[in-house]
């Protein structure tokens, strides 16, 4: 039985923390070291390190960052302050992932509650990111194993925008069940979306899948539906960066057109995520928050110009996916199905 190879999106090298720099591939593979917490924030809101599992990691270390430089005798509690203050500062880099959020107020919340000094209150930040990221990783694999029993006897598979190992610091959400089942011997063809406009499934998806040996075609958001009727898949499944009390989802946009496609055709529509990323909070999707990005994004590919200058743009980073329309939700925790009221309620407890 092989082993898929995650891909290091975030790590910490005893000394300094790096990332690959998602914005450079297929190209170039570039570490960048992060110095301190303006630096992590330009990184998660430039989508040099994205995905909501990874930025939640990435936001961990930038917690510990933010105090690194504080010398040892300063007092414990301008310490605290300054850890509250960098905690906030980061949690504003991206709106709609509750990763986020959730990761820096896990670990600012450990290292708040370890007694002693500066020293102490840093020490204690350091290890926090480093038991998250380790934890993380542990949960990629238990969605992979929940998620590929669902996968079984399929030839092929859909996904939408990129949430695999290079969105986590493990084997991923939506992919995990696909680099598992190929671990088995199980191995499924991906139908990779493009992912207007920034392309995360063309540049990213296509390139994980490449570099683990699982055969990949990558096809415009347009051709979703050909590619259903056509029979050549045998179920959708994406990830996810928030998922509402009743089971309403945030992802990639693109991804509620791609579940109304699902619906049409008759094929399984699974979403992969962590238990992070329920947020019981959120009543419902029309109370998650939706990240607008700037609209070069769209208007623009590699510097070139797409559209008349001075148009205008929509250019919302998220949709989301009503309830109705998911089959599934995996977790590290299990498989959960409609309704999910209860049943998310019952993997957070």
Request: hydrophobic fraction near 45%; proline fraction near 5%; glycine fraction near 10%.
């Amino acid at each position: 039985m092989r082993t898929i190879d995650a891909v290091d999106t975030v790590s910490f090298d005893g000394t300094e923390v790096t990332m690959l720099d998602q914005t450079r591939l297929p190209g170039e593979r570039v570490r960048l070291t992060i110095q301190d917490t303006a630096q992590m924030h330009e990184a998660i809101r430039t989508l040099r390190v994205r995905g909501a599992p990874a930025i939640g990691v990435a936001a961990a270390f930038g917690l510990w960052l933010g105090v690194r430089a504080l010398p040892d005798d300063t007092p414990r509690a301008e310490a605290e302050t300054q850890l509250r203050r960098e905690q906030a500062y980061l949690a504003g880099a991206r709106p709609t992932a509750v990763n986020l959020t959730w990761a820096l107020e896990r670990c600012a919340a450990e290292a708040l509650q370890t007694p002693g000094s500066t020293a102490d209150l840093k020490r204690a930040a350091l290890e926090a990111a480093i038991r998250l990221r380790s934890d993380e990783e542990a949960t990629t694999r238990r969605i992979g194993e929940h998620g590929a029993a669902l996968l079984a006897g399929l030839q092929g598979v859909l996904t939408h925008c990129n949430a695999g190992s290079a969105a986590t610091v493990g084997l991923g959400t939506a992919l995990a069940p696909i680099y598992v089942a190929a671990e088995r011997g199980h191995v499924l063809h991906v139908f990779a979306d493009e992912t207007r406009p920034l392309l995360q499934g063309a540049r990213i998806t296509a390139w994980e899948l490449q570099e683990a040996g699982v055969p990949v075609t990558v096809i415009t958001d347009s051709m979703a539906a050909v590619v259903m009727r056509q029979g050549k898949v045998g179920a959708v499944i994406v990830g996810c960066d928030r998922v509402a009390a009743n089971g309403d989802v945030a992802n990639k946009i693109g991804t509620y057109g791609v579940a109304l496609l699902a619906r049409a055709h008759g094929l399984p529509f699974y979403v992969a995520g962590p238990t992070s990323t329920i947020d019981l909070a959120t009543p419902d999707g029309d109370h998650i928050e939706i990240e607008q990005r700037a609209a070069q994004e769209v208007t623009h590919h590699g510097g070139v110009a797409m559209a008349p200058a001075g148009v205008d743009v929509f250019n919302p980073a998220f949709d989301v996916t009503p309830a109705e329309l998911v089959t599934a939700l995996i977790t590290e925790r299990g498989v959960i199905y409609p309704p999910y009221t209860q049943g998310l309620r019952d993997v957070k407890a």
